[in-house]
């Protein structure tokens, strides 16, 4: 069973449009952690965020904001006022206990393109 | 910091060949993993490593050995490469944090791999 899907394959928006990029987690752990990373078209894996399984509060860093909510099991990451240079692969991840310690997995990826 | 270090960055193989991919990180960090990235896929974990000595099946075993002799090196091996195995390789590393999970992971750059 996938433990991480991330359901939008692909997304376009056109600049200054707010977009949000979904995650759904599947873990029996009651402790965990996700993360987003961003993949620009330079193909290095840039860390944006973590949060911990045990803090709910939402995040706010600039334009970027994320809805971590662990009754649905999401952990959704929304871009407000859209630039070119946002268009990358944006992954979500997972931290969670493996049978040898943690193990880190991550969803699909979901591709933004954002044009001008 | 040179941080995690993939060598090599691109490489071709033919059907049958062996190779091994090396990764060094300068970060002192617990955990090393390795994944691929296939287009519409994601990134998929083949092995980790929780610590020296020990090593992990990840996601996608299949077709892949792994060595971590040593706590800053983490050796991937295809004994035998198949063009199912091209792909891009990334390998990371994080450290243990709080309530003794991760915290982010750093990658390497990559190594393209192709098998002819």
């Known amino acids: 069973a996938q433990k991480v899907t991330q359901a939008q394959t692909e997304i376009s928006v056109v600049e200054k449009e707010d977009v949000t990029l979904d995650c759904v987690y599947e873990?029996?752990?009651?402790?965990?952690?996700l993360f987003w990373y961003k993949q620009p078209p330079s193909g290095e894996l840039v860390f944006l965020i973590r949060?911990?399984?045990?803090?709910?509060q939402n995040e706010i860093s600039g334009r970027y904001s994320w809805n971590f909510q662990k009754s649905t099991s999401s952990f959704n990451f929304t871009i407000t006022a859209s630039q070119v240079v946002d268009s990358a692969v944006y992954f979500c991840?997972?931290?969670?206990?493996?049978?040898?310690?943690?193990?880190?997995?991550f969803g699909a990826g979901t591709i933004l393109r954002v044009k001008s | 910091n040179a941080g995690v270090t993939q060598t090599p960055k691109f490489r071709v193989l033919k059907t049958g060949q062996s190779m091994t991919l090396l990764c060094a990180q300068d970060?002192?960090?617990?955990?090393m993993y390795w994944y691929r990235q296939d287009p519409g896929m994601g990134l998929r974990l083949i092995h980790y490593?929780?610590?020296?000595?020990?090593?992990a099946k990840g996601e996608v075993p299949d077709g892949y050995n792994v060595s971590r002799l040593k706590k800053q090196n983490f050796l991937l091996g295809l004994e035998s490469a198949a063009p199912s195995q091209t792909s891009v390789y990334f390998c990371?590393?994080?450290?243990?944090?709080?309530?003794?999970?991760?915290?982010?992971?750093?990658f390497g750059q990559g190594t393209r791999l192709t098998v002819v």
């Open positions: 990371a590393s994080s450290q243990v944090g709080d309530r003794k999970t991760n915290t982010e992971a750093f």
């Open positions: 490593s929780v610590g020296e000595g020990t090593t």
């Open positions: 873990t029996r752990d009651t402790t965990y952690y």
């Open positions: 991840a997972l931290s969670e206990r493996g049978e040898y310690g943690n193990k880190l997995v």
């Open positions: 949060r911990n399984s045990f803090d709910e």
């Open positions: 970060m002192n960090h617990e955990y």
